[in-house]
């Protein structure tokens, strides 16, 4: 397990117009190649939180074609999530695809109900952790931020938390704030991807992207600029630290049979 670069991405997205999002994208990303080993883009990235089954995807469509292009080009795991149209059903799917072209996908456990998101997606039911150079690394999306009990780190099962969101700028000191209470209670990294500008409804997005370590000290702060930062992630601080605070040695036991 080595030392792991993780680049974040905090961008303005156009509504649900997949292909200008790729293209800005891809050239916010051309810079990186070997140097990074994982990217996260923000939740929705090819069309922003839109309710609407325009530039859904279907199968494996054209964004997420996208996705591998770039993790072969790049040679990086590439994470972010998207519309998806599976048979009747919506959801909002987080794909972390790899340089071969596999990926592992999470769909979307907690529905934003106050954004009407329940209403047009199906809710996910499984957790997802995935394996990469070492590392083991549990994927979320926005509003499962707000549930411990989700996110919870049973027997150090992940080393890095990622969330991907458009968290809207009112209520931005919860996103910062419940990104380092993870991170704290879950002996673990924690990264946070939002966006920035304003959508169509009118929200505006203000970023405050994240990395956070596992004592909840901030590693990366992207503030509200438009830009992508990298930061490394050190393997021996996480064990040495996990080692001599072994807080999770005195966790409640727990499962999740109620689902």
């Not at 993790?71 to 794909?95: D, H, P, T």
């Not at 996908?105 to 809710?123: C, N, T, V």
């Not at 304003?198 to 929200?203: E, H, R, V």
């Not at 996990?242 to 999740?256: E, Q, T, V, Y």
Request: glycine share 6%; charged share 20%.
């Amino acid at each position: 397990m080595a030392n792991l670069r993780v680049s974040l991405v905090q961008t303005d997205l156009v509504w649900d117009d997949p292909a200008a999002n790729c293209a800005q994208i891809e050239e916010k990303l051309s810079d990186l190649a070997g140097k990074t080993d994982v990217i996260v883009l923000p939740e929705m990235f090819a069309t922003g939180f839109s309710m609407t089954p325009t530039g859904a995807e279907i199968g494996k469509g054209p964004a997420l074609q996208w996705m591998q292009l770039q993790a072969n080009r790049l040679g990086a795991l590439v994470i972010g999530s998207l519309k998806v149209k599976q048979q009747n059903a919506f959801f909002n799917r987080l794909y972390a695809v790899q340089p071969d072209g596999a990926f592992t996908s999470y769909d979307k456990r907690h529905l934003f109900r106050m954004g009407a998101e329940h209403e047009f997606y199906q809710s996910g039911d499984k957790q997802v952790i995935v394996s990469y150079k070492g590392w083991n690394l549990a994927l979320f999306i926005c509003y499962d931020l707000r549930f411990p009990v989700w996110s919870r780190n049973v027997g150090m099962a992940y080393d890095a938390a990622i969330y991907v969101a458009n968290w809207p700028a009112p209520r931005a000191n919860a996103w910062r704030t419940l990104l380092q209470a993870r991170a704290i209670e879950n002996l673990s990294y924690v990264i946070g991807v939002n966006r920035v500008g304003i959508d169509a409804n009118a929200l505006d997005y203000v970023g405050d992207s994240l990395l956070v370590d596992f004592k909840g000290a901030l590693q990366l702060d992207l503030a509200s600029q438009d830009q992508i930062l990298t930061c490394e992630l050190s393997a021996t601080e996480l064990v040495e630290f996990r080692a001599k605070f072994p807080a999770h040695l005195d966790a409640d036991s727990f499962n999740l049979s109620s689902l």
